[in-house]
């Protein structure tokens, strides 16, 4: 029409315009129709950025301190002090293992922050392996992680929640072991259904339980620190004993000390699900591991206070113990806030863990149907009751120290591969952005100190070592039949594949609507 106007349109156009326009009540139906599902369209893309099916991004900064200190702070705390104490041989040099402990998980957090900050996707370990060493062991650390680390670690924390809600009640005499597993068995089965459930609730029930087991701390470290304070020091005298000091062992005093820090890295493993990441991962993870550490400290200087370390040692449940002695109005209250700090740590390792799993599956390198997510629930269903049964076999056939000696190796293996795979992206792409970079001299002593640690493992507890690495092995022979190139017989993949559609119908989940990486 403006051509026409102006004269400079061809004389078909002319025509055209001038021509009169006749619209025919089908034509007029049509285009209230395209109208009507234009408008259709602009609601349900509205309505899809609302109510898509993904993991929305719901955790802000104190969510996130409290889900890291309240996955570290579980039951290590209360149990490995007689393990660093034994394997160490002194008051003196196991204080020491607990401040180092604490200085190199800080070190290994904060090579996370900026591996968290620099690749934006969950699944932490799995995925920093995957982005900088490739597919194996990326595919190695997943299949290690939920063949044994994940089951082991959560049966040992289940473990001594269910000894400190049962033992009070059998004091002074033994309790059984088959209550015992009972109840951490009924704790399991209580958080893997907190974390089916809701985001939202498992989050809000670990900042709850977060604040309660810094509770718990608070009320072992205060008189401690006042007996203290009146000159009560007769443990601490000789505190490093050199004849009682065995290097063989001394490994294992870190592998008990560090574990009970374990738990740094699981906020890496919901990045997508973290609100400003870049500012809240490396905010998140500074405050809770320094808090940890000075809680750490301060909590074993009043063990030793209150108790001398031949009865540490002889102690199984070392914070009731103290309580007998430092707080017997309150003896009875001090099981009870071990046992809540036990199940925050156990709902952090089942809302972090899970993450990773979906996103290895998302990947390729499991199966789909755990890369999917409950269609109302918005929680990666497949992927938390997948942990549910191995956690219950290894909570039944286990010991609770072999499990802290048996998972260490591979964990802290993949955990050094990690921090050697930045760095070699740092070399490799010295101009990728990095919004948050670690001096590189911490990078370099966390990832010495990792193996350094490993390697001696193998000299000092060589059989469940040599377990450990014959386990982690295992899943090359997986990788390349499934991964690598797909050899499975075509009979069992249509029966799997026939399996995992029923199983999606029955948990009623789906893969994600959006993108969230």
Known sequence: MRGGRGGESGKSSGLHSCAPTTVSLGDLQTHTKMERTQIKKEQDKGKTEEEAVRLRRQIGLLPAVSFIIGTVVGSGIFIAPKGVLMNSGSVGLSLLVWALCGLLSLFGALCYAELGTTFTK?????????????????????????LFIRPAVASYVSLAFGRYIVEPLFAPCPAPSALIKLVSILGVTFVVAVNCWSVNLASRTQVILTFIKMFALVLIIIPGVIALAKGKTENFQNGFELESITLDRLPLAFYNGLYAYGGWFYLNFVTEEVINPNRNIPLAIICSMVTVTVFYVLVNVAYYTMMTPAELLLSDAVAV?????????????????????????????????????????????WPPIFSMIHIRQRTPLPAVLLLYPLVVVMLITGEIYQLINFASFSRWFFIALATLGMLIHRYRFPHHPRPFKVPLVIAVTFTVVCFFIVGLSLYSDPWNTGQSCALTLTGVPVYYMTVHRFRVPRRLTHIFNYCSKQLQILLEVVQQDVQTY
Do not use: K
């Open 122 to 146: 969950s699944g932490g370990h799995y995925t920093y392996l995957l982005e900088t060493l490739g597919p194996l062991p990326a595919f190695l650390r997943l299949w290690v992680e939920f």
């Open 321 to 365: 113990t103290f309580a007998n002695r430092a707080l017997q109005g309150l003896a009875s209250v001090i099981p009870i806030l071990v046992a809540l700090s036990c199940l925050g740590a156990l709902n952090g390792g089942f809302f972090g863990s899970p993450r990773m799993l979906f996103v290895g599956a998302r990947e390729g390198h």
